[in-house]
């Protein structure tokens, strides 16, 4: 959990200080839209925005929407993109070894 807020908090961070403003209306708006309680207008938006505009900022987005929601797959799926397109997405080893 707490790799997920971390990841969350530093995903935010990062969208702050892109250095594509233009791309950031729709992410921002559909953060915005997610954090008020509207996910799936949210994931509705950022989907049809990946569709035009592969971001590994919005794959991820997706990905953190769907693990909240509980479809693991689907989260499977977009954090997966997001990792191939910038390693930066990397997945961490988590848990108890």
């Known amino acids: 959990m707490k790799v997920i807020i971390l990841s969350l908090t530093v995903l935010i961070l990062f969208t702050f200080v ?8 729709p992410l921002e708006k559909a953060y915005s839209l997610y954090y008020k309680g509207k996910k799936d207008t949210a994931i509705k938006m950022m989907e049809d925005y990946v569709r035009d505009h592969p971001d590994a900022r919005a794959f991820y987005f997706l990905g953190y929407a769907y693990y909240e929601m509980k479809q693991l797959d689907k989260a499977r799926e977009y954090f997966t993109k997001a990792y191939k397109q910038d390693s930066f997405y990397s997945p961490m080893a988590g848990g108890k070894k």
Do not use: G, K, N, T
């Open 18 to 25: 892109s250095l594509c403003p233009a791309q950031e209306i």
